[in-house]
């Protein structure tokens, strides 16, 4: 209680708090799309690349701007996702293999001119490497206002390109054939998860920005069959692990921003993937052992009517018939008693008037079913 | 010992030990699956660093591949669920698995050595200091660890080959014969891991993704055949590491770095130049394609005039401009399907 009254007082956390709320909205939306057309991992790839963008642009102008590294680093974003279509398009290199490279060959280059800028460089190169992990608390007002600007220009277009972006998450060769320029819409999508990387690498850093565009939309995910639901829920739940890692994060010293965010979107990634409706797991486990249940008890009920029917329903009978211990037969026959469908007779048990009905109802359902 | 041979043998050795491993899960369609354990293997090392108390390289690497065993089992339990497909299960589980190791090294390191940096690329410019007492011997350790890492993937590769290719190429196959699949395929994981956390004090545990994946995809582009592949993959990353150090070393910048930016310059010209689907080779292939089957169309053209035709005639019959003529030209003269005279084209007799 008292951290979220600071949150309205602190000048820290107030940023904090704004810059991951903005960047869990942004890649929640672009997500709920990368999702669907399968390329979750293309913004892990484009937020490693960005390294060496921000490293050259550091070289090039000597200046620490973070709009001006963070436009160098989407620019190398850009290059490597381009990279990545190109070689998909022009080799046999399967999908995951184009990532890899592209993902290490421009980290790699990243860390080398990363250490070079740090031993060469005169001037004070130190603070260039927060990308690697982000360093939230770095943030100041007009990077949150940069973010919102982003964020907006993000949501602007998302929402002008509706339609055709559904389109080519579901059915991409429907849209080619209806002359939407796909592969323009498809640039058009990665470029603007690019916009979303350049807000996470100051936040969560590079190497944790994978999570920011896959988790929130995974969750959404089991909770909607809807694409309109899925997007606004996928950038509400973004948001709110960002608001509530940075509040965790304020609890105490020393707990750096990025990880506590992922963490929290990862919890709501793991209750959404158990308790959901619908697709939740729990529930799936749920419905399956009350069918087993219900089989079970279906397949007694069955197996004491034929027994009755010839007249030879006790305990040691159907422990015979079932291939069960006979304490267990017994228990059966108690409850089927307790259910009031059978009732002792001499020398074991017979149906009674509504146990008869059930079982006949049971046997009529089989067959139509068989 | 030299230290500059020291760092070259080490990064050969991980090279090795690397480009064989990566070879397969190129070609298993696991590149990025590598990507996964080398990020999740940290808070295997944090935890195995808590445990023991210090630097002991055994309880790192056991707990490491641990860590990227688990990994692998949630991702696949994640898609087997069927409620999140693949690469997003891989997505969901590394950067968590990250985030408890940072978390951890945050809360609990402040003072240890154990900086993050190092995690990230590594510090093979140490190798040299880390020594162990062998046979009377100073080693470093590297080679050790690392060597017997090398040693140990190319056993696994020289002994399985059979199951792995198989396993590799039709796993449907491969389990109708009574190969158990699943057993290879946990193995193949467990020692990605286990050159995962070797590798981790040399190159980072970030970067060994480009040593486990780049040489084996531009060995994919240059051939087709396995053991070629695993060949070229291996040669591909010594000889990324051995430029790498030198440039890293004219640079002044990070050898691990610098090896995985050659080894992506690599794959580049390998894109660009490959004979069989290299970019720029596809495109002059075409354009060599279209020129023949021109002037073989030209050529049938000319014969069902009697008389020479002028070159004017033709360009305003098919619209060519006359650069592409004079191309077309060329080549139906190089073939000797053509004679030019003073009236115009007309098809050779040998034709």
């Known amino acids: 209680m008292e951290l979220l009254s600071q949150l309205f007082i602190d000048y820290t956390l107030r940023n904090v708090a704004l810059g991951s709320a903005l960047l869990g909205l942004i890649g929640g939306v672009l997500g709920a799309f990368a999702l669907l057309r399968q390329q979750s991992l293309l913004g892990d790839v484009l937020a490693h690349a960005a390294l060496p963008g921000i490293c050259l642009a550091f070289l090039l102008t000597g200046s620490k701007t973070p709009s001006l590294l963070l436009l160098g680093g989407g620019l190398a974003g850009w290059v490597a996702a381009l990279g990545v279509l190109a070689v998909l398009r022009h080799t046999r290199l399967p999908q995951d293999a184009a990532l890899g490279v592209a993902l290490s060959s421009f980290f790699g280059l990243g860390i080398a001119l990363l250490t070079f800028i740090q031993h060469n460089h005169q001037g004070n190169p130190a603070g260039l490497d927060r990308f690697i992990f982000g360093q939230a608390a770095s943030l100041l007002g007009s990077d949150v206002l940069g973010f919102a600007l982003l964020g907006g220009v993000v949501l602007a277009l998302v929402g002008l390109f509706y339609k055709e972006f559904k389109l080519i998450s579901f059915d991409p060769d429907y849209a080619t054939s209806l002359g939407l320029p796909t592969r323009g819409l498809g640039i058009l999508l990665t470029s603007l998860i690019v916009l979303a990387v350049m807000v996470g690498l100051q936040t969560v850093g590079v190497v944790l920005m994978a999570a920011m565009l896959i988790a929130p939309a995974a969750a959404a995910r089991q909770w909607t069959n809807r694409l309109g639901r899925m997007v606004a829920l996928s950038g509400l739940l973004g948001a709110l692990a960002g608001v509530a890692g940075a509040l965790l994060s304020a609890s105490r010293e020393n707990l750096p921003t990025g990880p506590l965010v992922v963490l929290s979107i990862t919890a709501v990634v793991v209750f959404s993937l158990f308790f959901a409706p619908l697709r939740g797991l729990f529930w799936q486990g749920l419905r399956n052992q009350q069918n087993r249940r219900r089989t079970e008890l279906e397949r007694l009920l069955l197996d004491a009517h034929l027994l009755a029917n010839h007249g030879r329903l006790n305990p040691e009978e159907l422990a015979l018939h079932r291939g069960e211990p006979l304490p267990k037969a017994r228990r059966h026959l108690d409850f089927l008693k307790a259910q009031g469908w059978v009732e002792p007779k001499e020398g074991g048990f017979q149906f009674t008037e509504p146990g008869l009905q059930k079982a006949l109802a049971l046997k009529e359902t089989l067959r139509l079913r068989s | ?351």
Request: aromatic content about 10%; proline content about 4%.
């Open chain 2, 1 to 351: 010992m030299n230290p500059d041979l020291v760092i070259l043998l080490t990064a050969v050795l991980v090279s090795t030990a690397s480009a064989l491993l990566g070879s397969f899960l190129v070609l298993r369609r696991m590149a990025l699956v590598s990507d996964a354990i080398s990020h999740a293997v940290l808070p295997g090392i944090v935890l195995a660093y808590w445990l023991s108390g210090g630097k002991a390289t055994l309880p790192a690497l056991l707990g490491a591949a641990g860590s990227g065993l688990l990994t692998v089992s949630l991702v696949e339990w994640l898609t087997r669920t069927g409620r999140v497909k693949n690469d997003a299960a891989i997505g969901i589980v590394f950067p968590a698995l990250f985030s408890l190791g940072v978390l951890w090294v945050s809360l609990s390191f402040r003072n240890v050595h154990l900086d993050l940096d190092a995690v990230l690329y590594g510090e093979i410019a140490y190798a040299p200091f880390n020594t162990l007492e062998l046979w009377g011997l100073s080693l470093p350790e590297s080679w050790l660890v690392m060597g017997g890492l090398a040693l140990l993937n190319l056993l696994f590769v020289l002994l399985f080959y059979k199951e792995l290719k198989l396993s590799t190429f039709d796993p449907s196959l491969a389990a109708a014969l009574g190969f158990s699949p699943g057993v290879l395929h946990y193995a193949l994981m467990a020692l990605v891991s286990l050159t995962t956390v070797g590798a981790f004090q040399s190159v980072g545990a970030i970067l060994i993704v480009a040593f486990l994946i780049i040489p084996p995809a531009t060995a994919y582009l240059l051939t087709h055949r396995l053991p070629a592949l695993l060949s070229l993959a291996v040669g591909i990353g010594v000889f990324s590491s051995l430029l790498g150090y030198l440039l890293a070393v004219w640079m002044d910048a990070s050898i691990a770095g610098m090896m995985a930016t050659v080894a992506g310059g690599c794959f580049v010209l390998a894109s660009l130049f490959s004979p069989t689907q290299g970019y720029l080779t596809t495109r002059l292939r075409r354009r060599q394609q279209r020129l023949e089957v021109t002037a073989r169309l030209l050529v049938t053209h000319l014969a069902h005039h009697q008389t020479p035709v002028p070159e004017e005639e033709i360009r305003e019959e098919f619209g060519w401009d006359a650069r592409f003529l004079q191309q077309v030209k060329q080549k139906a003269l190089r073939e000797g399907w053509l004679e030019a005279s003073e009236q115009g084209l007309t098809p050779s007799s040998k034709k």
